[in-house]
């Protein structure tokens, strides 16, 4: 049964801490300046986020014209980005969350508001292509209901997706 993550989200995070999934706004544009300007490592997925702050802005002008983002806010703080870019009949996910509040359950959080976000929105399949050392966030992908694409697993980046279409079946 697919779970419905309401927007926004008041969640607690494993060390009973709270924080909140919701709607990027355009008010969140400084936050989100400095959470990346703080961002470490940076280019840890497919090059990003990008390495200075100038290719930051100019990265974040690109990718906020489209898709759908979602902020964490810990307090008055934003501490995380995901995102949802239309890729062909699907939606690509990316996530990057401040190095600060990682390995506590955000992302996995922030992964399953950003399925649930991609099923209302109608899409078909989300999917995203991982290193295959980053194994924080292939473990947060599959606790998220995220497969591996059969062939990508030995390949340079891996390959997953949930397909929402068997949600229906
Ligand atoms: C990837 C990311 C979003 C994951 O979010 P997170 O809040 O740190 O992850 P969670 O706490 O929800 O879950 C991480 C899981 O990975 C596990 N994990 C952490 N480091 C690990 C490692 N080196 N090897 C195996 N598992 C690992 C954790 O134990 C946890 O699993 P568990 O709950 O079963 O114990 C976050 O770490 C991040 O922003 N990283 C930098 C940017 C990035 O890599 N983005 C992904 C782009 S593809």
Known sequence: ????????????DATGRPFRIRRLEAGDRPGLEAMYADFEPLRI???????????????LDEVLAEGLHLAVTEGPELVGHGMLMPYGDAVELANFLHQRVRGRGIGTALNRAL???????GYDRVWLSVEPS??????SYEKAGFRFLPGSVWGPEIEMEVDLRADER
């Open 1 to 12: 049964m697919p779970s419905d993550v309401a927007l926004p989200s008041e969640l607690v």
């Open 45 to 59: 997925a497919q090059g990003l986020p990008p390495a200075t702050p100038e290719t930051q802005r100019a990265w």
């Open 115 to 121: 399925v649930d976000l991609a099923r209302r929105e």
């Open 134 to 139: 980053n194994r924080a966030a292939i473990r």
